[in-house]
Structures are given as C-alpha cells and as structure tokens.
C-alpha cells in the first residue's frame, strides 16, 4: 500500500514501537535547535545527564529572543550559550544573525529529515519537507546525545490545495483559513500534510509560514512534500545538494481529507485573543488601528519584506500610526538594504527593528492602554505583547502594509501597486555569524563552560509520593496558555534561574500564586491546578511545569491538556489527570484540600483515581492515560531522575 509524506520520514526513522496512530513510537532525531530562552535549561540538562558531545547530524544553539540585554542576564547566558555550543559540538548562531525557524530554513534544514527543537514553532521545518516537531529542552537535550524522541504516532489528514492565491492574499491567509475550520483545539496527536495541485503556487517561504502557524492548531506538526520548488530554494541558498525528492505516493491514504480552493481564501485575521478567533479583513474594514508589526518566525522572509517595502515605495505610513518592521535574519536584512528596499521602508516612516524575535514576545513594542496592534506574528493571547489591555490582531503582510498606510483595517487587495514577488535565484550567503567551532559535531572538550551568575542549575524534583496530601493552589478556566502559566517579556531574562523566574507562576491571572504555592509547598502541602479544557496552549517553554514543579505543584487536573505541555509536565514528575467527567470541574474551588490516597498505585496501574474532596466533602474520578515509560517517569519524579536511575 502506498504511503504518505508523513509515514516514509517516520518509517525512515522508527526506532521502537508500532507505527499505528495513537501508539507510543520512539524515532531517531537528525537535527537538534535550541533557542536562547529554552536554550539555557536544555544544555544545563544535558550537561546534568553527563552526555559528552552532539551526536545528531546538525545541531544549532540559536540566539535570537533575549537580545534586548537590559542588565547583565541576556549576555551572561549568551556566553554560557556560546562556550557550551563549542565543547559538545553544536553551532552557535551569534545574536543578531535572526531568528532561529527562518535561519534553520535558509541554511540547515533538509527534505526527509527529523528536527526536534525547543520551541512550539520548529514545525516551521515543515516548509521545506522535514517532520520538525516541538519539544521541551530536556527532550531536546537527549536527542542530541543521540537518544530518540518519544511521540503519539500521529493520525494524518491530507490538506489538498487547489488553485492559485489570489492578489493582496498570501500564506498567512491560508493558514488563519485553516485555524477558522480546526480551531486551536482538539487537533493533538494530528499532522497536516499538505498536497494537491495548488502546491505549485507555493513557494518555500509561503510553506513555511503555513508549517510555522501550524502549532497554533496543537498539531503535532505539518509538512509539505520536497519538489522541484523545494529544489529552487535550496539551490538559491546554495545548499542544491541538501535536496531529495520527497513525495506521498499516488495510492497514499489519510485519516482525512481538507479540500482548499486557493483561489477562493480571502484576506483573513485572527482577532484578539486567540489565533482561532478568526474573521475576514473585510468585515473588519475602517476600524482604527494604532499599531503594526511586521516581522516573527511566521512573515518575516525575503518575500514578505519586499512585499511590504513595494508596497510602502513613495508613500508614507498614516500619521497615527506606528510601524515597524522586523526582519528574519540577516540574509534578509542584506539583500533588503543592498536592493534598496530598506531606503523605502524607512522613508515611509518604518521603524527598523532588530531581526530578533523582539516584539513578538513582548519583549519590546508594547502598545499603548486598549490599542489596537496589527502583527503578522503567530500569537495574540492576552497580555503576550506585554499590555493587557491590547487588542492584537494577526494578519498577513499585505493586510499589515495596507493598515499602515490607511491607519485602519483595510483590505489589501484594493491596494494599487500589488507586486508579485518571485523567490530570488540566489540568496545572499554569508554564514559568518555562525561559530561551526573548530571540530563540529565532535565538540572541544577542553572548552572552559562560562557561568556567570544568571547561569543558575536545574531543580530537582523528589519521587512521586504514595499519597496526594494537597490543596486547589489555584483554579483557572479554559484554554490557559503557557504565556498566562509563565509570561515572558520582561520576565524572559530570568530562564536560566529557576528560583527567580518562580516568582512569576501565573503572574498574568493571579500575581499571589507564587508566594501561596511556596507557602502550601514549605509546610508540606501538594499543590493542584485545577483547570479547564486546552490546558498549556502555546510555548514549548519547559518552566511551565518546571517552575510549578519548584513551587510544589504534584498534579495538574484539567478538562484537556495540549501535547507539548502534557510531555513537560511528565517530564518534570507533575502527573496530568483529566476530569473523568468534565462537570466535575464546578465541583473544585480554590484552595479546597484534596486527597488521593492511593496516588503512586494510581499511576503505576491503570490511572484511574478518586479525588476526596475534603472540603466540600465530595468524592470524584479523575484518570491518567499513560505509557509505560512514563510511568517510569512520573514515578522517578521526572526525566532527569529517572534517566539517573536509567528507567527512561
Ligand atoms: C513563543 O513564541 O511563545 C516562544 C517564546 O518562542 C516559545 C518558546 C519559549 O517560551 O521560550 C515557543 O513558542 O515555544
Ligand atoms: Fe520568536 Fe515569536 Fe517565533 Fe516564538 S513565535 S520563535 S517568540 S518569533
């Protein structure tokens, strides 16, 4: 029988388990990237595991989220960055060489392989054929040493494109057209695979901005076949030996079908504040806006740019709005300041941000007091940009420029001067703000780690006890994202000091969690978070459970817990338990004492529990669905542990 795209690369890298969807397989990683923000924690662990060097094909420690360097933090962790790349053998991308999706894309990635990387968007990869898949940095940090990564094997439905895009409507369209249809929840344990005729129309960027925004579905992850488009952008890149065919064959089948007429998908944004809130531009026209931001891993390509720039040529930006522009990497920033374009961004008023993930994670470009702010970035949960009181909209870059020049929704393709703007035949290559070190792959080992004193160590956690001995720490609702468990921006310069960055847990719902968790922790409480349906969205950020895990927490119960989210909290030994029957949830309030007797047969056994409620006096079930690994797992009291004791 014929097979798909997503079925060859894994059956090319099966390393244990039944490739049927929904069992548990464990595969072989070829590319390992970690970025500076989940970066730190992940080499910290890697080093705790006593793995000595790299043992993947091609592996990047990539700087690009904590450049703002205000204080001593974000420098003291490039440098350990820096010197820990050198001794295990890893390639250090220099802050200020972009972003790590955009840059992996332009210079490491390659059809038919596996990337694991520590951040929900490394499915970026999947623009250009590679099952690239997000993880938390201790996943990451064990691929690197050479051991596999351990997955649900994924149902696949086929996204078959048909016809052209249209003017004035590009990728990002597409994908916030999918995010209308699926949602961003109830899609764990799927892949997307695009294919169909329409694939023609798509060039490698469009595909990646497709892949990129994909995690916002909770996908596991999505792919496009490797073809002779795939074949043109790596040739320009000068990288025609990095390519290989890669297609489904013609009798593939798929757990289902989505038939899309490109031709018929209209401009599109995602209101606030989710990515699946989505509307047409059109019926969003006139309204103010204040804000636009161009640039993030999703629309920050040489294509994009250009689009904007042509757009913005000899015009200016409307008063009452700011604008700026942040490219992807330095690739793009060249070829748009040695074309000109750059001169016609800034004549019309842009403000040129650093190509960085800056302003995307709230890191710098917070709008003002209810503003309205127009990105092409992936996200838009509440308070993400660093104002809680913003209303962020995602749009595609046309949408972006067409905004910035009338001060208002506006649809773009009643722009005039709508270019078309072909991939390049060459890129401009200059790799010299990668350090390959000396010996590659191979590593130094007499390389001097340097620990300044943002560099802190990793937390452990104790075995699962016998018995749940715990208070609700706190109760939230539905689809609570990683960015309200443990918020960024300003806060993003404490991830590589567990204890500092605690501080924060919930900083954005309930800023008293911390303290009342540390509170119930040190007089010898469990904590519970108690909460709603999609439990996690978001982030591959690791300190979502491993800075709970510091603050005490033993159990998560929630209605539905996302993927990336779920494989962390095991990770760190905090059990995830769903409500056996959802209503039970009005059952729980804040601070409620809860008991489960018999917690570690619990999970031992067949996950199922019953949770006393000793304060309103009620008995509930909740269950676990677990593997038998992480079982081990969430007995040892997490990866680490168990990994020390070689259960893992
Ligand atoms: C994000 O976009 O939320 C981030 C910041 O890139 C995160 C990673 C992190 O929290 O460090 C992600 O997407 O995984
Ligand atoms: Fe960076 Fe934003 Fe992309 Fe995350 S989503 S990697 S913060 S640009």
Redesign the pocket.
């Known amino acids: 029988m014929g097979r798909n795209v997503v079925e060859k690369i894994l059956a090319a890298h099966l390393v244990s388990g039944e490739p049927v969807p929904g069992c548990e397989i464990a595969i072989r990683v070829d590319q390992t990237l970690t ?1 500076d ?1 989940t970066g730190t924690m992940a080499y910290l662990q890697f080093e705790s595991m006593g793995l000595a060097r790299a043992k993947t094909e091609v592996s990047v420690s990539y700087v ?2 904590n450049t703002i360097q205000v204080g001593f933090e974000n420098a003291d962790d490039h440098a350990y960055l820096r010197s820990v790349a050198q001794r295990f053998g890893v390639i250090y991308s220099r802050p200020g060489n972009g ?3 955009q840059l992996h894309l332009e210079r490491f990635g390659k059809p038919g392989k596996t990337l694991l990387g520590s ?3 490394t499915p970026t990869g999947g623009g250009i054929g590679m099952l690239a898949i997000g993880a938390g940095g201790i996943d990451v940090a064990v691929a690197l040493g050479g051991g596999p990564f351990y997955l649900t094997c994924p149902r696949v439905t086929l996204v078959r494109l048909t016809g052209a895009l249209r003017s004035g409507v590009s990728a990002k369209d597409v994908i916030l057209h999918v995010l209308s249809i699926y949602g961003t929840r109830g899609n764990v344990g799927r892949v997307l695979e695009y294919g169909g005729p329409g694939l023609a129309s798509l060039g490698v960027p469009a595909r990646a901005t497709i892949t ?1 925004m994909g995690a916002e579905l909770g996908v596991t992850t999505s792919v496009f076949p490797s073809d002779a488009i795939t074949q043109r952008f790596l040739a320009a890149q000068g990288r025609p030996q990095d390519w290989s065919e890669l297609r489904a064959d013609a009798d593939a089948t798929y757990d289902q079908t989505l038939d899309i007429d490109l031709a018929a998908v209209e401009p599109m944004a995602a209101c606030p504040h989710s990515p699946g809130h989505v509307a047409t531009v059109a019926s969003l026209a006139g309204r103010k806006v204040n804000q636009v931001l161009i ?4 629309n ?1 390509s040489y294509r994009d740019l250009k689009t904007v720039a042509l757009l913005l040529r000899g015009r200016k930006i409307h008063p009452a709005v700011e604008v700026g522009v942040a490219p992807g990497s330095r690739q793009v920033v060249l070829m748009l300041a040695q074309e000109g374009l750059l001169t016609d961004l800034v004549a019309a008023g842009v403000r040129i941000l650093e190509n ?3 302003f ?2 709230g890191n710098h470009m917070s709008p003002g007091t209810d503003a309205v702010s127009l990105r092409t ?3 838009n949960f509440e308070a993400r940009s660093g104002t809680a009181s913003a209303q962020v909209y995602l749009v595609s870059p046309e949408t972006a420029a067409a905004a910035a020049l009338a001060g208002t929704f506006a649809d773009p393709r009643k722009l005039e001067n709508l270019p078309d703007v072909a991939e390049p035949d060459s890129f401009d290559v200059d790799d010299s703000m990668f350090l390959f070190g000396a010996t590659a792959g191979q590593g130094v080992p007499e390389t001097a780690i340097v620990r300044g004193p943002n560099i802190g160590t990793v937390p452990a956690n104790t075995p699962l006890p016998e018995a749940l001995d715990g208070v609700a720490a706190i109760k939230v609702g539905d689809k609570i994202t990683t960015d309200h468990i443990m918020p ?1 921006g300003a806060r993003l310069k404490y991830r590589s000091n567990v204890p500092a960055y605690s501080q924060y847990v919930f900083e954005p719902v309930d800023k008293a969690f911390a303290q009342r968790a540390a509170a119930h922790r040190d007089a010898g409480r469990h904590n519970v978070i108690v909460a709603g349906e999609s439990y996690g969205q978001g ?1 591959s950020r690791e300190h979502a459970a491993m800075c709970p895990m510091y603050l005490g927490v033993r159990i998560v119960l929630a209605k539905s817990i996302e993927r990336i989210h779920l494989a962390n909290l095991i990770n760190f030994g905090i059990v995830p338990f769903i409500f056996a029957s959802p209503a039970d949830y009005d059952t729980i309030a804040a601070n409620d004492r809860l008991v489960i007797d018999n917690l570690r047969a619990a999970v031992s056994g067949d996950g199922q529990a019953v949770l006393k409620n000793e304060t309103q006096n009620k008995s509930i079930s909740v269950i676990t669905t677990l593997t038998a690994r992480q079982k081990r797992i969430l007995l040892a009291g997490g990866l680490l542990p168990a990994v020390a004791r070689g259960e893992a």
């Open positions: 970025q923000a690009d989220h972003i790590c999706h951040d929900s968007h990129n640039g993030s891993c999703t920050s960085a993930c800056g995307c994670i970035s992936n996200r960024a982030s």
